[in-house]
């Protein structure tokens, strides 16, 4: 839902980056791998060390490379499956990162066993997630539907954490972290039916 409609939003802030970034030799595969470096060090160095709020600061900043390098490749004319394939294997990084840096923190440091027991299980529900459509589409299905893909798991993650280290009390992040991971089953229900029904009608998307 936020990738329908920040896309246009995002793409219009980004792409005199992009531009730039192009005309200095910057390649999208640089910015991707990059950025994902930089996603994980926030969330594996930041977020353990209970950085929570500058740890969320620092993500962000790198995060939106997931758009730029989108701009650079589209402008590059870049044709060829290698930088959806380099991107999304990256995504999953940076992903696990963030949540488990999250648990981290809260299973030592912030000492909060549920907080870091519901990061855990969002991370394997959500993996799912992906795992289901890229499945889905190796297959010539089609699994692009759901209430919580990835955009929306890392926003209300990046939104909560970010709260919580500025002193918002810990059972926000408790509730968001709940409610992400009932809404990714419910995403992996939708998915899984949706690939059923195209599978019985035999007609892959």
Same mark, same amino acid.
């Given at each position: 839902?936020?990738?329908? +409609?920040?896309?246009?939003?995002?793409?219009? $802030?980004?792409?005199?980056?992009?531009?730039?970034?192009?005309?200095?030799?910057?390649?999208?595969?640089?910015?991707?791998?990059?950025?994902? =470096?930089?996603?994980?060090?926030?969330?594996? $160095?930041? +977020?353990?060390?209970?950085?929570?709020?500058?740890?969320?600061?620092?993500?962000?900043?790198?995060?939106?490379?997931?758009?730029?390098?989108?701009?650079? &490749?589209?402008?590059?004319?870049?044709?060829?499956?290698?930088?959806?394939?380099?991107?999304?294997?990256?995504?999953?990084?940076?992903?696990?990162?963030?949540?488990?840096?999250?648990?981290?923190?809260?299973?030592?440091?912030?000492?909060?066993?549920?907080?870091?027991? &519901?990061?855990?299980?969002?991370?394997?529900?959500?993996?799912?997630?992906? +795992?289901?459509?890229?499945?889905?589409?190796?297959?010539?299905?089609?699994?692009?539907?759901?209430?919580?893909?990835?955009?929306?798991?890392?926003?209300?993650?990046?939104?909560?954490?970010?709260?919580?280290?500025?002193?918002?009390?810990?059972?926000?992040?408790?509730?968001?972290?709940? =409610?992400?991971?009932?809404?990714?089953?419910?995403?992996?229900?939708?998915?899984?039916?949706?690939?059923?029904?195209?599978?019985?009608?035999?007609?892959?998307?």
């Amino acid at each position: 839902m936020l990738n329908k +409609y920040a896309r246009g939003f995002f793409t219009a $802030v980004f792409t005199p980056l992009a531009t730039w970034l192009l005309r200095r030799g910057v390649t999208p595969d640089m910015v991707t791998i990059a950025g994902t =470096l930089g996603v994980m060090i926030g969330g594996l $160095v930041f +977020y353990p060390l209970g950085e929570l709020f500058w740890g969320t600061i620092f993500i962000t900043v790198f995060i939106f490379s997931d758009v730029v390098d989108g701009i650079m &490749a589209r402008q590059q004319q870049r044709k060829g499956s290698w930088g959806g394939f380099l991107d999304s294997t990256l995504d999953r990084f940076a992903d696990g990162a963030l949540f488990a840096g999250v648990a981290i923190w809260f299973f030592t440091g912030g000492g909060n066993d549920a907080i870091g027991t &519901a990061a855990v299980l969002c991370l394997v529900v959500g993996m799912l997630v992906s +795992y289901i459509r890229a499945k889905a589409e190796s297959l010539g299905f089609s699994a692009n539907v759901g209430i919580a893909e990835r955009a929306e798991r890392l926003v209300s993650l990046l939104v909560a954490t970010g709260l919580v280290g500025l002193g918002v009390p810990e059972v926000l992040l408790l509730v968001v972290l709940i =409610l992400l991971t009932l809404a990714s089953c419910v995403t992996i229900g939708q998915r899984m039916h949706t690939v059923r029904k195209q599978a019985r009608m035999g007609n892959p998307a």
